[in-house]
């Protein structure tokens, strides 16, 4: 049964990140269910594959070339949509990017390419659509956080450094902006089979430490993360700001110890 709580229909959502793994399994949701998706990406291939395939399927987007750590490129982008649209209804930050490194050989062209996309860019593309949301009196952000603001991993230290900056940014931003109508939370997804993390986890040894931690007992995939986002997008959460929604198939409820349960 259709319920007008968790309707985006008609809604204007800008999706970052959105040519292929979480990015475009959300954005394939939004159009599902009658949104009009624009996703961006810093690549046009990916963005001219993501658009036919999703044409193939019998779901309608636009495309925009678009690199978040490029200030020039996130003003252009929320330009060309409000030339379209008028408004932006819904932004989602998906778009991210990592380089697994050992903390003391990590270079500032790591840090730099890490913090700029994640974190700077996510920052300044809410600060575009931002002030347009101010100016309606209304609008949702959602940004991709990551499991790592639960507790960080070995190995991913920047990473880690964006992501747990960007939960302080959400919650700064749903602070300042709630008077104006517009709410800002996170998702953060665990651990997601995607193709940039399949090969990780075709280790044998990954594939066990996952199942002996995981209560839901398996991995995530991009779909898993749909129906938080329409949730946060729509009027059902309404009275929801600031807060970061874990869906990582339970692995933040805590560790599962190596001890035989009598």
Excluded at 10 to 32: C, D, K, P
Excluded at 62 to 75: R, Y
Excluded at 110 to 138: P, S
Excluded at 153 to 171: D, H, I, N
């Amino acid at each position: 049964m259709s319920d007008e709580l968790f309707s985006v229909s008609g809604q204007s959502v800008l999706i970052t990140g959105g040519s292929r793994g979480i990015g475009r399994a959300i954005a394939e949701g939004f159009a599902r269910r009658g949104a009009d998706v624009t996703i961006c990406s810093q690549s046009e291939d990916s963005v001219k594959r993501a658009l036919a395939e999703m044409e193939t399927a019998g779901l309608k987007a636009h495309g925009i070339v678009c690199d978040v750590s490029k200030p020039d490129d996130i003003s252009t982008t929320v330009q060309q949509v409000l030339d379209r649209t008028a408004r932006i209804d819904t932004l989602i930050n998906v778009a991210g990017v990592n380089r697994r490194k050992r903390a003391e050989t990590v270079t500032l062209d790591d840090y730099n390419f890490i913090l700029d996309t994640n974190l700077r860019g996510a920052f300044l593309m809410c600060q575009e659509v931002g002030k347009h949301m101010i100016e309606l009196r209304q609008g949702v952000q959602i940004n991709v956080e990551s499991l790592n603001t639960w507790m960080p991993l070995k190995g991913v230290l920047p990473y880690a450094v964006s992501k747990f900056g960007m939960q302080g940014m959400t919650r700064g931003l749903a602070l300042e902006w709630g008077r104006h109508g517009v709410r800002v939370n996170s998702l953060a997804p665990g651990f997601i089979l995607t193709d940039l993390t399949r090969k990780l986890w075709s280790d044998p040894t990954m594939q066990a430490w996952n199942e002996a931690n995981a209560p839901l007992g398996r991995l995530g995939v991009p779909e898993d993360m749909v129906g938080t986002a329409v949730f946060l997008a729509s009027k059902a959460s309404a009275f929801m700001t600031g807060q970061t929604l874990y869906v990582d198939g339970g692995f933040s409820s805590g560790w599962s110890w190596p001890i035989p349960l009598s």
